[in-house]
C-alpha cells in the first residue's frame, strides 16, 4: 500500500457582491476593527480560538480553532493594500488539520450605493490536494463559506 500523496491544485475565481443598508465607514469597520469583525468571522463557532488582527499594510491576520467535528482549522493572512473604506486586498492560506488546504488572494472593494454601501469580494486561489474536497467542489465549497461569512456582516451591522 502506497503512503503517497496524490497531488493536486484546483484554480478557482469567484466574486460575491453584497448590498449592506449601512454607509461605507460602518462596513469598513466589520473588517478594520478587530473586534467588529470577531462577531461575523467565524471565532465563536470554533472551540480553543486563536485569533489576532494587525491591521494594516504588512500586518496579519490569524483565525485559528477546533470545530465540533473536531476539524483544527487554520486561517492566516497578510495584508497587502489597503485604501480605507475603499479597498483590501490579503493573500490567505488555510490549513485543516495541519495539512495546507489552500492559497488565496483577496480583494474586498466598497462603494456608497443608494441602499448604503456595495461590497464586491473577488477571491482567486488554488486548492490543494483535495484537502477541502476533489476539484471544483473545493472551490464552490469556499464559494458557499464565504457567502455566509459576508451574510453575518448583515447581521452585525443592524
Known amino acids: ?37 470577531r462577531q461575523w468571522f467565524g471565532a465563536d463557532e470554533a472551540t480553543d480560538p486563536e485569533i489576532a488582527e494587525d491591521f494594516r499594510v504588512g500586518g496579519t491576520a490569524i483565525n485559528h480553532g477546533t470545530f465540533a467535528d473536531g476539524t483544527r482549522s487554520e486561517f492566516r493572512a497578510t495584508y497587502t493594500d489597503i485604501v480605507p473604506e475603499e479597498r483590501i486586498v490579503y493573500t490567505y492560506d488555510m490549513w485543516l488539520d495541519g495539512v495546507h488546504a489552500s492559497t488565496s488572494i483577496t480583494t474586498v472593494v466598497l462603494e456608497p450605493s443608494d441602499a448604503g454601501t456595495r461590497l464586491t469580494f473577488t477571491e482567486q486561489g ?3 490536494d483535495g ?25 452585525v451591522l443592524a
Open 1 to 37: 500500500m502506497s503512503t503517497t500523496t496524490r497531488r493536486t491544485q484546483t484554480h478557482a475565481t469567484f466574486v460575491i457582491e453584497r448590498d449592506y443598508a449601512a454607509p461605507v465607514d460602518r462596513v469598513w469597520a466589520a473588517f478594520a476593527d478587530a473586534e467588529v469583525k
Open 131 to 155: 484537502v477541502h474536497g476533489p476539484g471544483p467542489e473545493a472551490a464552490n465549497g469556499r464559494e458557499h463559506g464565504t457567502g455566509e461569512l459576508l451574510d453575518g456582516i448583515a447581521a
Open 126 to 128: 488554488v486548492h490543494l
